[in-house]
Structure formats: C-alpha cells, structure tokens
C-alpha cells in the first residue's frame, strides 16, 4: 500500500471511499460535504445501526456527485478514552475493510480525530503504522490470482485538517513507513517455513538486509565458535544437520567511541525439542522459535532506515534444535564461553543455552546496555497470555523505559520479578548452573539463568513467547509471525537518542 498526505476539501476527493472516525455521541459529521451526508448519518443514528461506539462501521452510498463514491464511518467510542493504540487499531480494521470490499484506494480524513493528548506526528505515524500492518499477508507458496484472495488497497491519501503541518506529517509517515518495513522483515523471516529456514539462510537473510541498508555483518560458523568456546550454543546445535551461526549486525549512526546498545535475539529456527522431544500437536508452530532474531534483525533494518544517531549491535545465535545420534542429552555438562558450566536437565531449554553464549559475546563491545528478546518459555504463555511479553532484568530505569516504550508503540510488556530467591532454583549439584528450574515461575528462573551471563552490563530480557505468532488472525496481527518487538524497540531507541 502507497501512503501519501494531502490537503483539500473532503467533498472534492474523487475517491471510492472516504473513511472518517465518529466518537460516540455525537450528533452531526462535520465534514463538509453536501447536505446529504448529514441527513443519512441522522438517520443511521436514529434507527441505531450506528452510534460511534468502538468498532462500528458504517458504509454509505450517494452521499453527493463527484466527489467520494462512498463514505465509511468508524466508531471511534469515547472520546476521552481514545488513545493512539486505538488509532492504530481502527487504521488497521479500515484496512481490511477496504481490502474485503475490493476497494482499491481511500482516502482517510484525519479531522475527525481529534485527540487531546496527542500531535498530529504521533496520530499520522499511529495511522499509518495500523494501515501497512494489516496490509500484510504471507502469500509466496499461494498461486496468484486464487479465487477469494484478498484485492489488496493499493493507494491510501491521508488528508490533513485545515491547520495541520504537512512537513510533519509527512516525516512521521516516513517513519511508520521505517518501522514497518521492519515489522513486516521480522514477519516473512517467522512466515518462512523450517525446510528453508536452516541458521545458514537466517544468516543470509540478514546479511541481505545489512546490504540493502548501513549496516556492517560479520558471520562467525561452526569453526570458529569452536575455536572461540561456545560450548553453550554449540551443544544445541550439535543434533542438527544444519550447521550454527552467530550472525553479527553493527550499525553506526553515533561517533565511532559511543558505546553501543546491544540487541540480542534467540534464533532457534526450529525447536523439536531435541531428545527431550516436544509432543507432536502443534509442533509445526516452532518454526517461529526465531521470533527474537526475527525482532532483531527487522530493528535494525528500521534503525537504520531511521538513520537514528546511536550506535547499535545486533546479535543473533542461530541454530536448530533437533534430536540425533549426535544430540546432546538430558544430564550432559556444558562449558559456555563465559568459562560457567552448564548441566543440561532438558535439551528442551535449549533458547538459554545459546543466549547464554550471546550475551557473554556482545559483552567485548561493552555495551551501554543490552536487550534480548527470545520465545524462550511457555510458562511466559501461562502467565500473561497472548497480550503482552514479559520483562525482567538487572537495572530497573531500563525496565521502565522499556515499559513506556511498550505502551507507547502498542507492544504491551509486563515486568515479573526477578528477585535472588528465584536464582536457588537453578543451582546444580554439578555445575555451576542447571538449565531448568522446574515448574514454579519458569518464566523468571530461564531470566534467573540468563541473568548468570548478563551480570557485566545494564540488562533487561524480553519473553516473547506468546507474542512472536498469532494464531487466529486480527485486525492488524495476520494469522502468523507477528513481528512482535520491532516496534518497541524502535519507540526505546527513539527515547535513547533523546
Ligand atoms: N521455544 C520454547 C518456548 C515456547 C513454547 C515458545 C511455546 C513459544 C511457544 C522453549 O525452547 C522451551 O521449550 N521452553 C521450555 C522450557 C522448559 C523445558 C524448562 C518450556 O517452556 O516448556
Ligand atoms: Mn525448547
Ligand atoms: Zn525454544
């Protein structure tokens, strides 16, 4: 979908569809128009199809003659409860609206909307952000033209109120257009199936990536993660055919002695289990254990899109985890690159055990912080479900920016606790670890593990768990990966550069 801005009277839009938000109660349209438009609102309000209450929709036809062929009205619901997310959310249900409807192009009038708490760059880019992201589905393996496929919106105006500044709107379109160029990476990177999606190929796609845009990549194999000491990542890798990647992304927007910040993401490309074999339902949705790296690398795509002035690490161990003759196995003792050894009780927790060889990794460039991001527990799913990741960490100010940056980008987080108490669920009569922590607060002890390898830096880990893949399909979040993190970490890194 191609989005631009624009100025004018509605009523002179020659368009298919004119979408304009309605907050509950109200009474007339002000949008000028002809008479006619307000004497079938009047209508629709009196015989009660539609009040503006949230996610209402009205369409009506022969509002006036050569001007919009249609006008869709959207409930907006209260006006003092409207927040941006909401924004967002109507943006993406107009999307498919349109789409269902085959309408090929809209215009959207941003006059309707006004929002108290909220500038016109922040309405734009929420607009924006929740059109491109229900413009996407994952089609490459459908034939073309298949009877029922959706006709995507090709053209979207969005037309600015008498007033409003159309330098900002354009930048802020611009930087939805960034993020979600990102988002929508993340998204085919999750999409790809396992058969093609070995570590070499995520490896391959962020080297692309790097290409197409500033960022310098570096590849460190099997060899040489043998040479160096990943004993960590290298023990889960050790049951594949396919061989490990640690896939390094560095992008310079800063002065070359700024202290980096360091994303890292679990790239389990695919998860089986290993012999601690996952039951086989739903088994094929494990191809989204990446979901970290797929976060990661479509961040650093926006980043330097964005061209923000920071400098940036990416850092992505990749692997699959599959039983084999050559497998690691339940009791076997690990040494990861931080010189700590490992007893592996399930080579099930494999996700900790290459974050744990990452996050020693990106500690050489001494990062002024580090965030990593990895569908790392199911326990996450138990606790908070499919509506927000966890967050827990060694440095509470990072915790909360984080938190801000989550509600203010629509990627909802949830801070757990990660006391020390926690940590005695993972002490190992033979190592200096254990890789599982049993039942109780499995969310926490996988972050208590992490924490072991993450203590030389400011630190917060991401559980994304039960926000990486959308299983049924909503407006803006299509049936698959989600592209969940980009997002926010774009918002947290916009408030870095501050
Ligand atoms: N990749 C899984 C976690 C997961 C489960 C992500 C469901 C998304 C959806 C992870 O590697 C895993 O298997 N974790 C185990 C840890 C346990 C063995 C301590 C889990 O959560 O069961
Ligand atoms: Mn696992
Ligand atoms: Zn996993």
């Known amino acids: 979908m191609k989005i631009s801005v624009t ?45 503006g209450c949230k996610g209402e929709v009205l369409l009506l036809h022969g509002v006036n003659k050569g001007g919009p062929e249609r006008v869709l009205l959207l409930g907006l619901g209260k006006e003092k409860d409207f927040t941006l997310s909401d924004l967002r959310q109507v943006a993406s249900e107009a999307t498919n609206i349109l789409t ?53 919106v090709s053209d979207a105006l969005l037309l600015l109120a008498p007033g409003d500044d159309k330098h900002v709107a354009e930048t802020a379109l611009g930087k939805a257009e960034a993020i979600c160029a990102g988002v929508c990476l993340a998204r085919d990177l999750v999409n790809a199936p396992g058969n093609l999606k070995s570590p070499e190929y995520l490896a391959m796609q962020a080297v692309a990536m790097s290409e197409q845009v500033n960022i310098k990549a570096k590849l460190l194999n099997r060899q040489e993660m043998e040479k160096r000491g990943f004993g960590a ?62 976060a990661v690398i479509g961040t650093m795509l926006a980043a330097a899109r964005l061209q923000l002035p920071i400098n940036l690490v990416g850092v992505v161990p990749a692997v699959e985890n599959m039983p084999s003759g050559t497998a690691i196995r339940p009791g076997d003792i690990l040494t990861s690159l931080s010189g700590k ?8 927790a494999e996700g900790r055990l290459i974050l744990a ?44 920016q984080l938190l801000k940056a989550g509600e203010r980008s629509g990627e909802r987080l949830w801070q757990l606790p990660l006391w020390e108490e926690y940590a005695a669920q993972i002490k190992s009569d033979f190592a200096d670890v254990k890789n599982t922590g049993g039942r109780p607060a499995g969310t926490i002890t996988a972050a208590a593990f992490l924490q072991k390898f993450a203590d030389s830096y400011r630190w917060a880990h991401l559980d994304i768990a039960g926000m990486a893949w959308e299983e049924s399909g909503k407006a803006g979040r299509p049936k698959g990966g989600t592209g969940f993190g980009v997002r926010a970490l774009v918002e947290f890194l916009h408030g870095e550069c501050a």
């Open 357 to 400: 060889d990452a996050l020693t990794y990106v500690g050489q460039y001494q990062p002024r912080l580090v965030i990593d991001l990895a569908t790392l527990t199911g326990a996450c799913i138990i606790a908070l479900g499919n509506q927000a990741a966890a967050v827990l960490g060694n440095d509470d100010k990072l915790i909360g």
């Open 100 to 152: 269902r409807k085959q309408l090929g192009s809209f215009v959207l009038t941003l006059a309707q909307v006004a929002m108290k708490k909220a500038e016109l760059g922040e309405k734009v880019q929420a607009i924006a952000e929740g059109l491109l992201l229900a413009d996407y589905n994952y089609d490459r393996y459908l034939p073309k033209n298949r009877p029922g496929q959706p006709v995507k």
């Open 7 to 51: 100025t004018g009277a509605a009523e002179q839009q020659k368009t298919a569809c004119l979408v304009a938000g309605v907050y509950e109660g109200r009474k007339r349209l002000d949008i000028e128009i002809g008479k006619g438009l307000d004497e079938l609102f009047g209508r629709a309000l009196k015989s009660k199809e539609f009040s």
């Open 233 to 294: 990542l290298l023990g889960v890798a050790q049951g594949s055919q396919r061989d490990p990647y640690l896939i390094v992304m560095e992008y310079n927007g800063a002065k070359a002695d700024e202290k980096p910040v360091a994303l890292v993401g679990k790239g389990v490309v695919f998860d089986s289990g290993g012999i601690s074999l996952k039951p086989g339902e739903k088994m094929d949705e494990m191809k989204m254990d990446m979901g970290g790296a797929a």
């Open 341 to 348: 050894t490992i007893e592996v009780l399930n080579t099930d």
